[in-house]
């Protein structure tokens, strides 16, 4: 990709395009992205993905969402789009995927997430992480993560063996609250799993950097999407066009380097290793007095009545604050009066809760507790203890962009990557 240095009106600040660094081969990818949901940024993010095929090997295109309403469907949409455009493009760039190839390797998996166990049954999508990574290839496939990660971790049980043939770039923080259950199964029981675990570095693509999930205004669709081809026009209807793409830093990740050095500098941030995955148990409602780092698994295990309510089925909520609304999070019978939930918080906040079932011995109970901004925080017994090739976002102050920890290893590349995708967007002009 050429590289200049640019002065560009887009609430950046001029600076000096760096370089990009080769990548050794072309990688083999799958996206698995909960795309058509909730937040509209995997629109953009795939969007991107299209327009930069050609610098991998993509393999899968999997509809993964542990929450809302997306679908296969909406990636097949995004693929219509690509074709319409994808004559200017490929005029540009032969390497380019065909829009024909993309749906041949498009897959539903999951759609809600996991109960408890954090796994269920196999989908299209999960048999075809499978299917990829037994592949005969000498490379690793890499398993970009926009969503949850529930079709990863029905992949690890249905075949365990998969675990070294795979590379996990996973976007966690809010997916990780919905995904909670499917995070425990696969850090407790595939602990050497390479894996990236990306909480807040991915913030600083976007973010004013003391709100995470802020989207910073820009004027760059008007400069460089405006009226570029179909991709452009439908760009407009997500954020009205300002640049979230949340997911991106995974794809970036690939295109910017070695893969396998994630302590390297990158356009997808840069990492470091963790050794425990943070797992903090209570026996009833927490306290102000109690403190935990934000993403963090927080597990309640309740006393109840014994009953004939089937194991792992749902039986109660926790209720959260959100904005003007409530977030509800289902609570599970695990048998002999025992009754548990997984909640994970996304950001840094003091927390207030609490319980709702028809069971009198769990409804109304209430809770609070402070969480704070340094991951993964100090150690706990019950912790999940990680492999040697876990790694996550850098935790040393100097890395914190604002509140966002980790997010100035990727915020510095946010104008380097938009002037670099501005080439590529002039090419549907």
């Given at each position: 990709m050429k590289k200049t240095i640019l002065m560009i009106?887009?609430?950046?600040?001029?600076?000096?395009?760096?370089?990009?660094?080769?990548v050794p081969i072309k990688p083999r990818v799958l996206i698995s992205t909960d795309i058509g949901g909730t937040d509209p940024d995997d629109n953009q993010s795939m969007t991107h993905l299209l327009m930069y095929s050609d610098f991998i090997k993509l393999e899968g295109l999997v509809s993964s969402p542990s929450y809302g309403q997306g679908s296969k469907e909406e990636i097949l949409r995004m693929i219509n789009l690509y074709e319409k455009d994808f004559p200017k493009l490929q005029g540009h760039n032969k390497d380019l995927a065909e829009p024909d190839y993309l749906r041949s390797i498009t897959k539903q998996g999951r759609k809600g997430g996991a109960p408890f166990r954090g796994y269920q049954t196999s989908t299209e999508g999960s048999e075809w992480i499978i299917k990829c990574a037994k592949e005969k290839n000498d490379q690793p496939?890499?398993?970009?993560?926009?969503?949850?990660?529930?079709?990863?971790?029905?992949?690890?049980?249905?075949?365990?063996?998969i675990r070294n043939r795979i590379k996990v770039y996973w976007i966690g923080g809010p997916n990780k609250k919905w995904s909670a259950n499917s995070y425990a199964y696969i850090v407790e029981n595939f602990p050497d799993l390479?894996?990236?675990?990306?909480?807040?570095?991915?913030?600083?693509?976007?973010?004013?950097?003391?709100?995470?999930?802020?989207?910073?205004?820009?004027?760059?669709?008007?400069?460089?999407?405006?009226?570029?081809?179909?991709l452009g026009k439908d760009f407009k209807n997500y954020y009205n066009g300002e640049i979230k793409?949340?997911?991106?830093?995974?794809?970036?990740?690939?295109?910017?380097?070695?893969?396998?050095?994630?302590?390297?500098?990158?356009?997808?941030?840069?990492f470091e290793k963790i050794n425990h995955s943070p797992r903090i148990v209570f026996n009833k409602p927490s306290s102000l007095k109690d403190t935990v780092a934000f993403c963090s698994i927080l597990e309640f295990h309740l006393q109840g009545p014994k009953t004939n309510i089937p194991k792992d089925s749902v039986c109660f909520w926790m209720e959260v604050p959100y904005g003007k609304s409530v977030q509800k999070?289902?609570?599970y019978h695990l048998g002999n009066?025992?009754?548990?939930?997984?909640?994970?918080?996304?950001?840094?906040?003091?927390?207030?809760?609490?319980?709702?079932?028809?069971?009198?011995?769990?409804?109304?109970?209430?809770?609070?507790?402070?969480?704070?901004?340094?991951?993964?925080?100090?150690?706990?017994?019950?912790?999940?203890?990680?492999?040697?090739?876990?790694?996550?976002?850098?935790?040393?102050?100097?890395?914190?962009?604002g509140k966002l920890q980790g997010g100035k290893t990727i915020q510095k590349w946010r104008t380097n990557v938009l002037m670099d995708w501005a080439e590529r967007w002039n090419w549907l002009r």
């Open positions: 009106c887009l609430g950046f600040v001029a600076t000096q395009v760096v370089a990009q660094e080769p496939l890499w398993v970009l993560v926009w969503g949850g990660l529930e079709d990863l971790a029905q992949a690890l049980h249905d075949s365990p063996e390479w894996f990236i675990e990306v909480n807040s570095s991915y913030y600083g693509f976007f973010s004013d950097n003391n709100v995470p999930d802020s989207v910073k205004s820009s004027d760059y669709y008007d400069r460089y999407i405006n009226e570029a081809g179909h793409m949340g997911d991106t830093p995974s794809l970036l990740y690939m295109l910017d380097g070695n893969p396998d050095k994630p302590m390297r500098e990158s356009w997808g941030g840069s999070w289902p609570g009066g025992e009754y548990v939930i997984r909640y994970i918080p996304k950001k840094a906040e003091t927390l207030h809760y609490k319980f709702t079932s028809e069971i009198p011995e769990l409804d109304a109970l209430e809770g609070s507790m402070v969480v704070d901004n340094h991951w993964p925080g100090k150690k706990h017994e019950s912790d999940y203890l990680l492999g040697n090739n876990w790694y996550s976002d850098k935790s040393d102050k100097e890395f914190y962009d």
